[in-house]
């Protein structure tokens, strides 16, 4: 069936920088913004390119903020806003993963400061309007343009560092996006070209960055996979894989990128019978059944294997059931109780996502 013409689509603004080195114009980027106040966020882990950063910005960096934490607390959140109104900073210029470009959002969702974004993982938020921010056992998501960086730096020497563990799983994470752009509620031609491609980049560099490290074309090709995909991710919106890593990093603070490499093969098998089409358009793309191909792609990066491996309590699954059926209840095949505890106990062993599991 030829996909459907009719859409409406709402390009998102926004200036990205790629390349190896261009870190080195954040000043340019301030002086294009008519910043000069600038507040830092980047985990105690980010010293070698915060030290850098500083070096080159001198007094037009304010403060530091380096309680990072994965989810986005909301308490930590709400000191991360408080030291920005008292350093009058004027933007924030983010140096990491997912959860610090997270904690920018936190801070322009209520303070509107501008973001300069300077992503050193797969994980994809710089390119995204979707915050989160977790209170209590509970991951609350929401969407505002305000919280899309205005400037995205992707200098791919920053993730030389990325050791293979976290590389992986965070490369799944992209990987996921580009997926899941494919039949998410806002999904459109244009975006899943950039969806399909981003998949395509990324299978074929993931394995290529945990085998060899050092090398930058792999680094290179990855950083390019996950800006596309997180792209295709911001226009589309999630379904319901995404919404099950989000109910489960709410309820067992589990590892981000380790959920996505585990969950996405089952979240795709039991999508399959609802996206024929756009099924047999990623398996042209990645070489094979996508789930089958996916879930073979974590165990070739060596990603966490299960639910289990990543520390999720077994009792879990009963608690996790309702909420994900709540939370994905616009995914595209509707989720009943029984098909989740049956998804969330193959992730959980970590088993194959078996063909007879993807009946309509
Ligand atoms: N809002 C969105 O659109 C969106 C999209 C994707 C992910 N997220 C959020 O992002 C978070 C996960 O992000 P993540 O997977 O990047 O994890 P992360 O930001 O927590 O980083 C994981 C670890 O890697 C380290 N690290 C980061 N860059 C490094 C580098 N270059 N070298 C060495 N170590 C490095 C960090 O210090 C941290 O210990 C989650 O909270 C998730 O919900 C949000």
Not at 19 to 31: I, T, W
Not at 115 to 120: L, M, N, S, V
Not at 131 to 153: F, M, S, Y
Request: aromatic share 4%.
């Amino acid at each position: 069936m030829p996909a459907p013409l009719d859409f409406s689509y709402d390009a998102l603004a926004g200036r990205v920088v790629f390349g190896a080195g261009s870190r080195r114009g954040v000043g340019g980027e301030l002086d294009r913004l008519g910043a000069s106040r600038a507040l830092l966020i980047a985990g105690r882990a980010e010293s070698a390119p915060v030290a850098e950063l500083i070096g080159a910005l001198g007094s037009r960096v304010v403060g530091r903020f380096d309680d990072i934490a994965q989810h986005v607390p909301v308490d930590r959140a709400e000191q991360a806003r408080r030291q920005a109104r008292d350093l009058d900073a004027d933007c924030t210029i983010t140096v990491g993963g997912g959860s610090a470009t997270g904690f920018g959002k936190a801070i322009a969702l209520t303070e509107r400061l501008p973001q300069i974004a300077i992503p050193t993982t797969y994980a994809g938020s710089e390119m995204t309007p979707i915050w989160g921010l977790t209170t209590g056992a509970r991951k609350l998501t929401g969407n505002d343009p305000a919280v899309q960086p205005r400037v995205v730096i992707y200098d791919p020497e920053l993730t030389l560092t990325l050791p293979p563990r976290v590389a992986g799983p965070s490369g799944m994470n992209a990987l996921a996006h580009a997926v899941e752009a494919l039949y998410a509620p806002g999904a459109n031609p244009v975006i899943s070209l950039l969806a399909l491609e981003a998949a395509r980049v990324l299978c074929g560099a993931l394995p290529r960055v945990v085998a060899a490290p050092a090398d930058l074309e792999a680094r290179t090709e990855a950083f390019y996979g996950t800006y596309l995909a997180a792209c295709a991710l911001a226009v589309s919106g999630t379904a319901l894989h995404h919404k099950t890593c989000h109910v489960l990093g709410g309820l067992f603070n589990l590892d981000h990128g380790g959920m996505n490499a585990v969950v996405l093969p089952h979240a795709l098998a039991y999508n399959a019978p609802a996206i024929s089409g756009v099924y047999g358009r990623l398996g042209a793309v990645l070489g094979g059944d996508p789930a089958e191909v996916v879930f073979d792609l974590a165990r070739t990066i060596d990603a966490p294997a299960s639910l289990a491996a990543l520390g999720m309590p077994e009792e879990g699954i009963d608690r996790a059931v309702a909420a994900v059926v709540d939370e994905a209840s616009a995914n595209i095949r509707r989720p009943d109780a029984d098909s989740i505890r049956e998804l969330l106990l193959d992730a959980y062993h970590g088993r194959r996502p078996r063909a007879d599991r993807r009946g309509g």
